[in-house]
Nanobody, 119 residues
Framework: QVQLVESGGGLVQAGGSLRLSCAASGHTFSIYEMDWHRQAPGKEREFVAA????????HYADSVNGRFTISRDLSKSTVYLQMNSPKPGGTAIYYC????????????WGQGTQVTVSS
């Protein structure tokens, strides 16, 4: 079992900055990747960014590439999403996702944190 707790959401002005955190606990040794996703009102959940737990090049959705940065701190079992120059369309609940392969492929999700981008 892996538990995820997101924090750092709130109100941010377009063009400003905000950093989200996601702390993992439990069987963190089984994690191979952590992602951020978001779900805007009335829309489906969409991928934002991903990072391999053991290193490698992060991946970003085209809509945030160049403005958002995903990073992780293994010593704290925490992944971050630095949001620079967010846009009003970025208002959504942001969810953290931890992916494991063993004993079987599975995705764990956090409860989400609300981000509201004002214009």
């Amino acid at each position: 079992q892996v538990q995820l707790v997101e924090s750092g959401g709130g109100l941010v002005q377009a063009g400003g900055s905000l950093r989200l955190s996601c702390a993992a606990s439990g069987h963190t040794f089984s994690i191979y990747e952590m992602d951020w996703h978001r779900q805007a009102p009335g829309k489906e959940r969409e991928f934002v960014a991903a990072i391999n737990w053991f290193g490698g090049t992060p991946h970003y959705a085209d809509s945030v590439n160049g403005r958002f940065t995903i990073s992780r701190d293994l010593s704290k079992s925490t992944v971050y999403l630095q949001m620079n120059s967010p846009k009003p369309g970025g208002t959504a609940i942001y969810y953290c996702n931890a992916r494991i392969r063993k004993p079987a492929p599975y995705d764990y999700w956090g409860q989400g944190t609300q981000v509201t981008v004002s214009s």
